[in-house]
C-alpha cells in the first residue's frame, strides 16, 4: 500500500475516533479522495468543510505524535527563512519558525520524511524538532513572505 493511502487510512481512523467523522463518513471520504490525485488530503479536507483546521491541526498532531503548528498569520524571521533556499522550502514543504540556542523548530507537513532532516543538515547543523503544517498553510506563507519580502 502506497504511503499516500495508509496516510489518508491512519487520518481517518483518528478522525473517526476523535468522533469528527462518522463510521460511514470515512468509507466515504476515502472513497472521495481516492479520485483526486493531485490534491493534499488535508487541503482536500478542508477545502470540502469536512473539518476545521484547529481539528486538522490536532489529528495531524496526533498522527505524527509531534506539536502542530498553524503557519497562517506567523511573523516568521527573516534571519531564519534565508538560511533555506525558497525552492527547497517549497520543493519539502517545510519552513523554519524558530531557533533555540542549537535547537531550530521547522513546521514540515510531512514530519515523518526519513530523508528530510539529511535534507535539513545539507543547510544547518542546528539539532532540528518538528512541528506538523497544514500543506497550503505552509506553501502561502512561505511564497507569501518572499513576494512581500523587499529585495527578494
Known amino acids: 500500500m502506497s504511503k499516500k493511502k495508509v496516510f489518508v487510512r491512519e487520518v481517518v481512523k483518528l478522525l473517526t475516533k476523535n ?69 527547497f522550502l517549497i520543493r519539502n514543504v517545510v519552513v523554519p519558525v524558530e531557533r533555540d540556542e542549537n535547537i531550530l523548530i521547522m513546521v514540515a507537513n510531512d514530519p515523518s520524511d526519513q530523508e528530510l532532516l539529511a535534507k535539513i543538515g545539507e543547510h544547518v547543523s542546528y539539532d532540528i524538532q518538528f512541528r506538523v503544517g497544514i500543506y497550503q498553510g505552509i506553501l502561502d506563507s512561505i511564497r507569501e513572505y518572499y513576494d512581500s519580502a523587499p529585495g527578494e
Do not use: M, T, W
Open 19 to 87: 468522533n469528527l467523522i462518522s463510521l460511514e463518513e470515512s468509507f466515504q471520504l476515502q472513497e472521495s479522495f481516492s479520485h483526486r490525485a493531485k490534491e493534499s488530503f488535508d487541503d482536500f479536507l478542508l477545502s470540502e468543510g469536512i473539518i476545521a483546521k484547529d481539528d486538522l491541526l490536532k489529528v495531524l498532531s496526533q498522527h505524527y505524535d509531534v506539536p502542530s503548528f498553524d503557519c497562517r498569520g506567523y511573523f516568521f524571521k527573516k534571519d531564519l527563512l534565508h538560511v533555506f533556499p525558497k525552492d
